[in-house]
């Protein structure tokens, strides 16, 4: 059993910036990516940020630069550092795991989702 848990999430205005955190814990053999995705509402969820556990990074266009997304091999974690916070990326944010268990193989693991809110 794995699981993915977020935090740092909330309400920021235009120009802000947030930090979010997601921790994997569980019976994990090893960890391949981890990445954060987000859904606003009414349409599609959609890649944010993504890193290797080799540390290989890739964003999506809409956030380059304002973004960055970390990684803490030695704890679980990865981070999404969000600069230039715009309202159109008002959406609730996912963590995404791919992870190796001791008993399950492979798999893909999502969080609960932590809501981020941009608005004056």
């Known amino acids: 059993q794995v699981q993915l848990v977020e935090s740092g999430g909330g309400l920021v205005q235009p120009g802000g910036s947030l930090r979010l955190s997601c921790v994997a814990s569980g019976s994990i053999f090893s960890i391949y990516a981890m990445g954060w995705y987000r859904q606003a509402t009414g349409k599609q969820r959609e890649l944010v940020a993504r890193?290797?556990?080799?540390?290989?990074?890739m964003y999506a266009d809409s956030v380059k630069g304002r973004f960055t997304i970390s990684r803490d091999n030695a704890k679980n974690t990865v981070l999404l550092q969000m600069n230039s916070l715009k309202p159109e990326d008002t959406a609730v944010y996912y963590c995404n795991g791919a992870i190796t268990t001791t008993i399950q193989g492979t798999n893909n693991y999502w969080g609960q989702g932590t809501q981020v809110t941009v608005s004056s």
């Open positions: 890193i290797t556990g080799v540390g290989y990074t």
